[in-house]
């Protein structure tokens, strides 16, 4: 199976519930969420061929900024003439601390298990400053750098909008086709909206756009837990 990185922007979104694991003076919390999605999109791109995925998280941070988490997704590739279902589960952890009310740094290590057979690990460093997150992955595996803007804006009723920009400054690992020639960079950006309906349930919409695929839409729902 040809290696492909599943990460999630929109998992960050909607993580937005928190609850202790133990009395309430403990220094762990623990959050989740599991979310039912009609597509799954990475950077620009569908992971899903088009079609549903399910999607859960469990993270648990210390008072000091460290923390661990695991996650679970479904998705589909193309093997030679067939599309494969398959799952992934990943492991991950890292450090984030606000250096001030409007600074804050965080790096992260992920491991990326895939149900056919297979892992990849790949490092994160980001930077937010008010609404602002900027984020420069690295992928150990294919030896790639992907940087990315994300910038909210708060709107009406507790709902949120991420205006996403995204750069592939090595493409060439991911084979992009520039009319029949391999590219050797690539943008995406993407408009991602999160409305809550209850208290525990946000729903989710994202248009994304690759400078070498398709247009690609999702519409999902996110239980936070």
């Not at 133990?22 to 990475?42: C, H, I, K, P, R």
């Not at 998280?57 to 923390?67: A, C, K, P, Q, T």
């Not at 150990?140 to 750098?145: L, R």
């Not at 709902?159 to 750069?167: K, P, Q, Y």
Request: aromatic content about 16%.
């Amino acid at each position: 199976m040809k290696k492909i990185l599943l990460t999630s922007c929109i998992m960050a979104m909607a993580m937005n519930a928190n609850q202790t694991v133990a009395a309430e003076d403990s220094q762990f919390t623990t959050s989740g969420v599991m979310m039912g999605l009609s597509n799954y999109l990475w950077r620009g791109q569908t992971i899903s061929d088009d079609k549903p995925s399910l999607q859960a998280d469990l993270m648990i941070e210390h008072d000091s900024g460290f923390y661990l988490g695991s996650s679970f997704e479904t998705y589909r590739y193309a093997d030679e003439d067939n599309v494969n279902n398959d799952y992934e589960i990943d492991y991950y952890g890292g450090y984030y601390q606000m250096v001030s009310d409007d600074l804050g740094i965080g790096f992260n290590a992920m491991k990326y298990t895939y149900g056919a057979g297979g892992y990849s690990v790949e490092y994160a460093l980001s930077l937010d400053y008010q609404a602002l997150n900027l984020a420069v992955n690295y992928d150990q595996d294919v030896e790639a750098w992907y940087t990315e803007l994300n910038y909210s804006f708060p709107l009406f009723n507790d709902s949120n909008l991420v205006a996403h920009a995204g750069l592939f400054t090595d493409a060439e690992a991911y084979e992009f086709d520039d009319n029949g020639k391999v590219a050797d960079t690539a943008y995406d950006v993407a408009l991602r909206y999160s409305y809550p309906l209850l208290s525990q349930l946000d729903l989710m919409l994202e248009a994304s756009y690759h400078e070498f695929n398709d247009d690609h839409y999702m519409i999902g729902l996110a239980y936070n837990f």
